[in-house]
């Protein structure tokens, strides 16, 4: 096949994914009719609109088709039935701020030799495993790769977008060592409008700007510098996000127009000018990144073995002596309080919350070794309903509102014509949220995730690859 044809398939596949009802299957002119299934008695919690309970919904293809009560909806002739009685059906979630690709899974190492094409794949699909039908990596993507794999819709694994890589004053960046040095180095204003300009060529879902001194240890990009990379994000046409912790540099990056935030707000409360600026900007989003599973979950004694630990999710995917190791690592830690950034980051999220700003998903999963792909996004949403989120409104920041972010307009809610991506869920996440991991099936773009395959590939390099410390 030659080159361009080679492009043209791919750029079929992506219409066919991404372009709501651009080419069911009708559309195809194929002789086979679309698969035609209808998933009745289970609750469904839509994200947009109040539960369903004893539901049907049709999934045609990829697609959902009719939503309703039960003896409500059409059912076409010659349909599949599966029968989810007692079942909670939610939206696939998606994951607006990851780092995809470092994280070796199998022994929880980082390294930049881990960032290849089937490691990545292998994040996509526990993303996938885990219910999640799109993930952001947020500032790390190395070289060409990720572009082109977002370009792609793989099988049993999540949708990969990418802002490439992010814009740091050298050294303040990614605090991981694995990847400190993978941003653009910024030190003038200058270097700040060539780096964007080189990114534009890549069509990044944002600009991604680090404004962060990291506790004072380190040189971070001033106003003058986040300035002229906003200023020439805007110019190109794309939108910029910021890792930002102080008030003062959150205000700044405001006024120089960037659309979201990453991290929240954490050297002090959230004052009235912020609140009047981001009244001001109603497109202003943030994702709070409350810790996920590095943070005590609500319900945690200090110093007592953490609630994830006895997760039975956990074990599915990840080899027990990994987990006994971080639990010990986690006992050695002396308690010496919370870190400076954890005393205000509930307190704010929960006061920009009272004041309608947008708040999404975003785990920060492998921002570090001990926020794990897949599972820490489930810990992270305990963590919005501690930030006084009930839990509808957390499923809605996991799924409608993190699509609308990402302009993932064919994911997020349980809606006629929407992709077929949703979680079958044996308990209700509206009781309790961490309901949400307790998942008897997963179904994107209209296929089964085929979980027990995956488990059982995990747990054989498990077994295999984590040996003792
Ligand atoms: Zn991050």
Redesign the pocket.
């Known amino acids: 096949m030659s080159g361009a044809g080679r492009i043209s398939a791919r750029v079929i596949v992506v219409a066919c994914g991404l372009a709501a009802a651009a080419c069911g299957p009708r559309g195809e002119g194929q002789a086979t009719a679309a698969r035609v299934t209808v998933f009745e008695g289970a609750r469904v919690i839509t994200a947009d609109g109040p539960p369903i309970e004893n539901a049907a919904f049709v999934v045609e293809g990829d697609r959902f088709g009719r939503v309703g009560r039960r003896g409500e909806v059409e059912i076409p002739a010659g349909a599949a039935r599966v029968d989810l009685t007692g079942k909670t059906v939610m939206p696939a979630m998606i994951d607006v ?3 995809l690709g470092f994280l070796d899974m199998a022994d929880m190492s980082m390294s930049k030799d881990h960032f290849t094409k089937a490691n990545l794949i292998d994040h996509l699909e526990r993303y996938a495993y885990h219910g999640f039908a799109a993930v952001c990596s ?3 993507d190395m070289g060409d790769l990720p572009f082109q794999m977002r370009e792609e819709v793989i099988q049993n694994a999540a949708l990969y977008r990418t802002v490439g890589r992010g814009l740091a004053y050298p050294g303040s960046g ?1 605090a991981d060592p694995s990847r400190n040095d993978v941003p653009y180095a910024v030190t003038t204003e200058a270097e700040a409008r060539t780096a964007v300009r080189d990114l534009a060529l890549h069509k990044p879902d944002f600009v991604k700007i680090w404004v962060d001194d990291r506790n004072g240890t380190k040189q971070k990009l001033t106003p003058p510098l986040f300035r002229a990379a906003a200023d020439e994000a805007r110019t190109l046409g794309f939108r910029s996000v910021a ?1 930002v912790f102080d008030l003062a540099d959150a205000k700044e990056l405001l006024r120089a127009g960037v659309e979201g935030f ?2 929240m707000v954490r050297d002090q409360p959230v004052d009235e000018e912020f609140l009047r600026l981001l009244k001001e900007r109603p497109d202003v989003w943030f994702t709070p ?1 409350l810790g996920g599973m590095n943070r005590s979950l609500p319900g945690d004694a200090a110093g007592a073995r953490p609630r994830w630990a006895d997760d039975p999710m956990l074990y599915e995917t990840i080899a027990p002596a990994v987990i006994e190791r971080r639990l010990a690592q986690l006992a050695r830690t002396p308690a010496g309080g919370p870190s400076p950034g954890r005393v205000w980051d509930l307190q704010n999220t929960r006061t920009l919350k009272a004041a309608g700003v947008r708040l999404v998903l ?1 785990s ?1 999963a492998a ?1 570090d070794s001990n926020r794990w792909i897949g599972v820490t996004a489930h810990m992270e949403l305990e963590n919005f309903v501690a930030a006084g989120f009930t839990p509808a409104e957390a499923i809605v920041a996991a799924t409608r509102a993190a699509a609308e972010v990402l302009r993932l307009n064919q994911l997020g809610t349980v809606a006629p014509g929407k992709s077929a991506d949703f979680l079958v869920l044996d308990a209700n996440p509206l009781d309790d949220i961490a309901n949400t991991r307790r998942i008897a099936s997963v179904y994107l773009r209209g296929q089964q995730v085929d979980r027990a395959a995956l488990r059982t590939r995990w747990q054989a390099q498990a077994t295999r690859r984590s040996g003792p410390e």
Do not use: A, E, I, Y
Request: a negative charge.
């Open positions: 701020h990851s780092h947020f500032g790390t990614p890792h990453t991290h990144n975003g920060d921002g």
